[in-house]
């Protein structure tokens, strides 16, 4: 709420006093997270084999990252209740990679491309290291928020395009690769689908939207993912219509027999011998660096709004994660493993208090691949492609599209472009673009609000220096409060520096203050975002942050992370509109 001019929160909401730790302090919740890891299990073993299906390699290697996954990820920390693994949010990528590569497989063969991409796997996890190390974990707030969705969207619409094939049961050979070719060849899919399987997968999906639509009045649903009973529902109706002896049991997953004999390793030497893959190689690092970062942060950060203690994840710990993980997963034929917002919510629905419950998973699953091989493999493919489709239409449904609208038409125009450019392109692409448009779109605002001044020109001329520029032009301290001064543009481009200084604060102080001066043109939606969360998250903490300024600039919709631009409020001023979390 606001309150003299002032950013405050409150929050009737009891917290609990004693917030749970990871390592050997958190073992004291062990129980908790037992029962949360089995139930995170339970998604996780159809989601990991779904994900590498439509990573374009068979379902073991998916379940192989989710292991390796958990079994790291509580030792190094750096988040709370964050499930990590294998994430839809990837798979376009690696299998774009994979063809690039040389070509990806399906769910019963390795392509002629995994071994290439586990080395660039390799590469990127090294390269997180070093940006782990050097902490630049912050940098990833160069990426607009509204970008960031955006690609979370293109990411939704390309998993469910790429799942149509298996939903359907078609059985020739697909030869699309991009997403405009996957819906032109839709009727094709249609017309030559197979009647058991089509039925039993779309009974699936539908029975996942249904439940997802129950979820919030039965609080059973919240305990038990809809995912995992669609799961279960799928696998009865798939024996009830025979899947299992329709064309050898093709429509069904299949796990060797010995799930860990035999792994792929990344084939160093053949990547250095080919050097007309070197060029894909590289664009495939970047690529797979830049979408890994920016999701596991965001992922994180989110996870944060939601988590019942009030935990703050540690970027640069979350990023150092997420490098050795990516390594160890590499070595032994996993795939990219990032923090997943699905099994996250359900380490949270679940009870969940630590890491632990990752651990557990990953102990769960080992279980399941020794003892349960004939249980997974009654999984339909179909009915993986269900939950696949489920979880990209969470993604870009369109209440992403109207949360964006009421944060402001310039934030929807924003990641139309960006979902518009991905599609038509490749995701690297379409956030080069949509970090670019950002930066113009701030121009743009910068010049509006500096209409009134008499050299305007000059005034966006400096902004455009200032984007990168440190917002705080000095400090002071009164009474143990530290006061910063913010005399230039706040946008994504600059305000980590704000994280900088309060990084490093005196032990002695017992709050923050930051004033916006009437210098500040522009606060945009992503820095708008970040400061109301700032102060929620240290609302309860001994030394709380207050925005002291924001109010007085004029903001560009209803919505409390709006825009707000350098100018008087009007007197009918817009009130304070609800603030949101970004999608996970």
């Not at 939704?156 to 395009?161: E, F, K, N, T």
């Not at 004999?261 to 970047?286: C, M, N, Q, R, T």
Request: proline share 5%; with cysteine; hydrophobic share 50%.
């Amino acid at each position: 709420m606001r309150r003299n001019g002032k950013i405050t929160m409150t929050n009737s909401a009891s917290v609990p006093t004693e917030k749970p730790q990871n390592g050997i302090a958190g073992l004291k919740h062990l129980r908790h997270d037992i029962l949360s890891g089995i139930v995170v299990s339970l998604v996780s073993l159809p989601l990991s084999s779904g994900i590498a299906i439509a990573s374009g390699v068979p379902p073991i290697y998916g379940l192989i990252s989710a292991i390796i996954a958990g079994l790291l990820f509580p030792f190094i920390g750096g988040a709370y209740m964050t499930i990590s693994g294998p994430a839809a949010g990837l798979a376009p990528a690696l299998m774009a990679i994979m063809v690039s590569m040389g070509g990806a497989g399906d769910a019963e063969h390795v392509g002629a491309g995994y071994h290439h991409l586990l080395v660039i796997i390799f590469l990127v996890g090294c390269l997180q290291l070093i940006l782990a190390l050097l902490k630049l974990a912050r940098f990833a707030a160069i990426i607009p928020v509204s970008v960031v969705e955006g690609m979370l969207a293109s990411i939704g619409l390309l998993i469910m395009v790429k799942q149509l094939p298996m939903l359907f049961g078609y059985t020739s050979k697909v030869h699309a690769h991009e997403f405009y070719e996957y819906v032109m060849e839709c009727p094709e899919f249609a017309a030559h689908l197979t009647p058991p399987v089509f039925g039993v997968a779309i009974v699936t999906l539908a029975l996942l939207f249904a439940l997802g639509m129950l979820a919030r009045k039965f609080r059973i649903l919240q305990t038990i993912p809809p995912q995992l009973i669609a799961v279960v529902v799928g696998v009865i109706l798939g024996q009830a219509v025979g899947l299992g002896s329709l064309e050898g049991g093709k429509f069904l997953i299949k796990l060797p027999e010995t799930p860990f004999h035999g792994v792929s390793f990344p084939d160093f030497a053949g990547l250095i011998a080919h050097k007309e893959l070197w060029y894909a190689a590289i664009l495939g690092v970047i690529t797979l660096t830049m979408i890994d970062g920016v999701e596991s942060l965001a992922t994180a950060l989110a996870i944060d709004r939601i988590d019942p203690f009030r935990r703050k994840s540690e970027p640069n710990r979350v990023l150092l994660a997420m490098a050795i993980s990516n390594i160890a997963s590499s070595m032994v034929g996993g795939l990219t493993i990032i923090p997943g917002g699905v099994k996250s919510k359900c380490n949270i629905a679940a009870g969940g208090r630590t890491l632990w419950a990752n651990f557990t998973n990953a102990i769960c699953l080992i279980i399941y691949l020794m003892i349960g091989q004939q249980w997974i493999n009654m999984i339909p493919k179909g009915v993986l492609a269900a939950v696949l489709i489920f979880t990209g239409w969470k993604m870009c449904e369109p209440a992403v599209w109207r949360h964006m609208a009421k944060i402001g038409k310039e934030q929807l125009a924003l990641f139309t472009f960006t979902v518009v450019v991905t599609l038509a392109t490749d995701l690297l692409i379409g956030i080069i673009a949509g970090v670019v448009a950002k930066y113009f779109l701030n121009l743009l605002l910068c010049r509006r609000a500096a209409a009134t001044l008499n050299d305007e020109k000059a005034s966006v001329f400096t902004n455009m220096v200032n984007f990168f520029r440190n917002p705080v032009a000095r400090t002071s301290m009164e009474d143990r409060i530290l006061h910063l001064y913010l005399d230039k543009p706040l946008v994504c481009f600059n305000s980590m520096k704000i994280d900088e200084v309060l990084a490093k604060l005196p032990d002695d102080i017992r709050g923050v203050h930051l004033h916006l001066q009437t210098e500040v043109s522009i606060v945009d939606h992503t820095s708008c975002e970040a400061l109301h969360y700032l102060v929620e998250s240290t609302a309860e903490s001994s030394v709380p942050v207050t925005v002291i300024g924001l109010d007085k600039m004029r903001r560009l919709s209803a919505h409390s992370s709006a825009v707000h631009v350098s100018g008087p409020a009007p007197s009918d001023s817009i009130s304070p509109g609800p603030m949101a979390s970004p999608a996970v």
